[in-house]
């Protein structure tokens, strides 16, 4: 049975994590932009997903730079525009159909 890490080896991985970007949730009070950009973010990183691909061939395939698509794909969606998330995902989605839902 293995040990629990040592001090200096938790100390290394928490080092690590910290030099990497982190996914940011959506605030309980994001507003209705927001939302909608944090869905188009989900998109992308549904269809990464579902087709296997990484996050350098799918920057490739929207045809943006690798650090653009890091941001979109860790819900960095303040950085956007909505009309630019979207002008990225007709990229990969020959047809794109929005609903507006009103409570």
Known sequence: ???????????????N?????ASRPLPKNA???DRIKYRLCEKFVIYKNS??????ELAKLVDVDEAIMSKILHYH???FTTDRLIKYLAQ??????FNVNVA
């Open 17 to 21: 994590l910290d030099k990497g970007i």
């Open 92 to 97: 990969i989605y020959d047809e794109i159909d």
């Open 51 to 56: 087709k296997k691909l990484t996050q350098r």
């Open 1 to 15: 049975m293995k040990n629990f890490p040592s001090k200096e080896e938790l100390e290394e991985v928490r080092n």
């Open 77 to 79: 969606f303040s950085e």
């Open 31 to 33: 507003s209705h932009i």
